[in-house]
């Protein structure tokens, strides 16, 4: 009477299941799907785009001005005047106390004679100012140390050392604080930027996560039918299940490539400018992207699978009780 | 090969469907449950092929205690399971072959198994001619043999017919009942869902008769009372 025993076993059913054609059915499926409700697709990949413009615009925001501080940065150093009476090797002296300081990456020494070349050469124009040196018999104008700090926020603490310290009759004048209001500004601008554009891509990803939500819902509705039938002869829950979920992968890996496609002629666009802004080729917004390219789309469409993924298996299990 | 032993069903709150049932369906037999519309015997079925949970009592088919079934086990029950309906479910875009290889397809059958199976099943059902028909251009009558045909692709031990002659006219009505008698006649177990009393009574086969969810009259070869 064997045969008339039902079995738990899959595979004892005359046939094994075959996993690659259930693959290649299930991304059938999932591929007439994405078909079927066209305009629905059409509208939950441009709001994919929308997002992925919008979270790229902000790794841009980010990039820039990341490089534009830097730039900054390099061009930051404090230069400490000296008073014309002050002997070159007391200036040395000064050299090689600021260089055992720990939070002193660079000192450049700019002598005397070197210094009057250059306040000549910036006032060559002014011959007022050039005869009367011409008049003096002293070299009015004093020796310069150039300090570069490892990092920004320790001129201050360099300052505060070099007040308090011995030397300090010796220094004419010292001059820092322009560019920390520069970096503030930058940094305050880019702050802005960030926090509008995080608002931004906050409700794009929102709207995106509702609306792959609502697209997975309508094909799971679109296919009712089937789905009860694929119930009733049999399909595992895999199976009913995996169509839906690829179709939503399909949406995130589809709209990354668009918008690849989108990004590269905006980052052209944008290129210039930002050479202007920077009066430097070192930087160029593209060549980053390239450079960085699955670092950033990589992540980026991981990112949004989870998401769709999650969205839609919220979706799935809602509607599709199997 | 089937037995239903103290089945109860309770929908929530407090809607008796079933009341107690005690069924043994041997191997082999041709079993037709009667009985009024809303007296239970959709969710007697509906127990059998997992779609819902008794509420008491316990189910065994085959020697496998699906009481208390995982999900996971459903689909490999409902491959050793033919289940035909009154309005046969098959889908409207699909051919056919298509409709009956669906059911291949979706438990991972492979194509070369299924160029196989479908003419198979068509020549029982009498419809070779006719794979490449959509259900649109079918009779009543050859639509619920293209339901019966897909439900033969798994070559179930147990073929339950719920209401398979609801829609049709006396003519395909026996058409079809007579498709099930000679599938009854290869080995496999039928149960017959109607309230057709002269599709019972022409088949002269055993009669179970529900009411209010019980089982009040079971006879070896019987004829509609109610």
Same mark, same amino acid.
């Given at each position: 009477?064997?045969?008339?025993?039902?079995? @738990? @076993?899959?595979?004892?059913?005359?046939?094994?299941?075959?996993?690659?054609?259930?693959?290649?059915?299930?991304?059938?499926?999932?591929?007439?799907?994405?078909?079927?409700?066209?305009?629905?697709?059409?509208?939950?990949?441009?709001?994919?785009?929308?997002?992925?413009?919008?979270?790229?615009?902000?790794?841009?925001?980010?990039?820039?001005?990341?490089?534009?501080?830097?730039?900054?940065?390099?061009?930051?150093?404090?230069?400490?005047?000296?008073?014309?009476?002050?002997?070159?090797?007391?200036?040395?002296?000064?050299?090689?106390?600021?260089?055992?300081?720990?939070?002193?990456?660079?000192?450049?020494?700019?002598?005397?004679?070197?210094?009057?070349?250059?306040?000549?050469?910036?006032?060559?124009?002014?011959?007022? +100012?050039?005869?009367? &040196?011409?008049?003096?018999?002293?070299?009015? +104008?004093?020796?310069?140390?150039?300090?570069?700090?490892?990092?920004?926020?320790?001129?201050?603490? +360099?300052?505060?050392?070099?007040?308090?310290?011995?030397?300090?009759?010796?220094?004419?004048?010292?001059?820092?604080?322009?560019?920390?209001?520069?970096?503030?500004?930058? @940094?305050?601008?880019?702050?802005?930027?960030?926090?509008?554009?995080?608002?931004?891509?906050?409700?794009?990803?929102?709207?995106?996560?509702?609306?792959?939500?609502?697209?997975?819902?309508?094909?799971?509705?679109?296919?009712?039918?089937?789905?009860?039938?694929?119930?009733?002869?049999?399909?595992?829950?895999?199976?009913?299940?995996?169509?839906?979920? &690829?179709?939503?992968?399909?949406?995130? +890996?589809?709209?990354?490539?668009?918008?690849?496609?989108?990004?590269?002629?905006?980052?052209?666009?944008?290129?210039?400018?930002?050479?202007?802004?920077?009066?430097?080729?070192?930087?160029?917004?593209?060549?980053?992207?390239?450079?960085?390219?699955?670092?950033?789309?990589?992540?980026?469409?991981?990112?949004?699978?989870?998401?769709?993924?999650?969205?839609?298996?919220?979706?799935?299990?809602?509607?599709?009780?199997? | 090969?089937?037995?239903?032993?103290?089945?109860?069903?309770?929908?929530?709150?407090?809607?008796?469907?079933?009341?107690?049932?005690?069924?043994?369906?041997?191997?082999?037999?041709?079993? $037709?449950?009667?009985?009024?519309?809303?007296?239970?015997?959709?969710?007697?079925?509906?127990?059998?092929?997992?779609?819902?949970?008794?509420?008491?009592?316990?189910?065994?088919?085959?020697?496998?205690?699906?009481?208390?079934?995982?999900?996971?086990?459903?689909?490999?029950?409902?491959?050793?399971?033919?289940?035909?309906?009154?309005?046969?479910?098959?889908?409207?875009?699909?051919?056919?072959?298509?409709?009956?290889?669906?059911?291949?397809?979706?438990?991972?059958?492979?194509?070369?198994?299924?160029?196989?199976?479908?003419?198979?099943?068509?020549?029982?059902?009498?419809?070779? #001619?006719?794979?490449?028909?959509?259900?649109?251009?079918? $009779?009543?009558?050859?639509?619920?043999?293209?339901?019966?045909?897909?439900?033969?692709?798994?070559?179930?031990?147990?073929?339950?017919?719920?209401?398979?002659?609801?829609?049709?006219?006396?003519? #395909?009505?026996?058409?079809?009942?007579?498709?099930?008698?000679?599938?009854?006649?290869?080995?496999?177990?039928?149960?017959?869902?109607?309230?057709?009393?002269?599709?019972?009574? $022409?088949?002269?086969?055993?009669?179970?008769?529900?009411?209010?969810?019980?089982?009040? $009259?079971?006879?070896?070869?019987?004829?509609?009372?109610?």
């Amino acid at each position: 009477m064997a045969p008339l025993y039902l079995t @738990k @076993k899959s595979e004892n059913i005359y046939y094994n299941f075959m996993v690659i054609s259930s693959l290649y059915r299930i991304f059938l499926f999932a591929w007439q799907s994405f078909w079927r409700n066209f305009w629905l697709s059409l509208v939950t990949i441009t709001i994919i785009i929308l997002t992925f413009i919008s979270i790229n615009f902000l790794v841009v925001v980010n990039i820039t001005t990341d490089a534009a501080i830097n730039i900054v940065k390099e061009k930051i150093d404090v230069s400490i005047y000296f008073r014309p009476d002050t002997t070159e090797n007391q200036v040395f002296e000064v050299k090689t106390y600021l260089s055992s300081l720990t939070q002193v990456k660079d000192i450049s020494y700019v002598s005397q004679q070197e210094a009057l070349e250059k306040f000549r050469q910036l006032h060559r124009e002014d011959s007022v +100012i050039i005869e009367s &040196l011409e008049e003096l018999e002293d070299n009015p +104008i004093g020796a310069t140390l150039q300090v570069k700090a490892k990092d920004m926020d320790e001129y201050p603490a +360099i300052m505060e050392v070099l007040d308090n310290s011995k030397y300090n009759n010796l220094i004419l004048d010292k001059n820092f604080d322009d560019h920390k209001t520069y970096i503030g500004k930058i @940094k305050n601008l880019s702050e802005n930027i960030k926090r509008i554009g995080l608002l931004t891509s906050g409700i794009f990803v929102f709207i995106a996560l509702l609306i792959v939500f609502n697209t997975i819902r309508v094909a799971i509705y679109t296919h009712r039918q089937e789905v009860k039938i694929m119930k009733l002869v049999g399909a595992t829950n895999w199976f009913i299940r995996s169509p839906f979920l &690829l179709e939503a992968i399909l949406y995130g +890996i589809i709209g990354c490539v668009f918008s690849i496609i989108v990004i590269y002629p905006l980052l052209n666009i944008v290129q210039p400018y930002l050479e202007n802004f920077f009066l430097t080729e070192e930087f160029n917004i593209v060549y980053y992207f390239n450079d960085n390219f699955w670092k950033i789309f990589g992540l980026e469409i991981l990112i949004v699978i989870l998401l769709n993924i999650i969205s839609s298996s919220i979706a799935i299990r809602r509607y599709l009780k199997v | 090969m089937i037995i239903f032993k103290n089945i109860s069903k309770i929908y929530p709150p407090d809607v008796t469907a079933l009341n107690n049932i005690n069924l043994h369906i041997k191997p082999k037999e041709f079993v $037709s449950i009667v009985g009024r519309s809303g007296t239970g015997k959709t969710t007697l079925m509906k127990i059998l092929t997992a779609e819902e949970p008794s509420t008491k009592g316990r189910v065994i088919i085959g020697g496998w205690d699906i009481t208390d079934i995982k999900s996971t086990e459903v689909p490999i029950l409902r491959r050793q399971i033919g289940v035909v309906f009154q309005d046969f479910k098959l889908l409207p875009k699909k051919t056919v072959f298509e409709n009956i290889a669906f059911a291949l397809q979706v438990s991972g059958a492979e194509r070369k198994k299924i160029k196989e199976i479908v003419p198979q099943v068509l020549k029982i059902v009498g419809l070779i #001619n006719k794979e490449g028909r959509y259900p649109i251009q079918l $009779s009543g009558g050859e639509q619920q043999r293209v339901a019966i045909a897909r439900s033969l692709v798994h070559r179930p031990k147990i073929l339950i017919a719920d209401e398979p002659t609801g829609n049709l006219d006396s003519i #395909n009505t026996q058409e079809i009942v007579d498709l099930l008698l000679k599938i009854n006649e290869f080995g496999t177990t039928v149960v017959l869902v109607t309230h057709n009393r002269e599709v019972v009574n $022409s088949i002269n086969k055993r009669v179970v008769t529900l009411d209010n969810g019980a089982i009040i $009259s079971d006879q070896k070869v019987g004829k509609y009372i109610l």
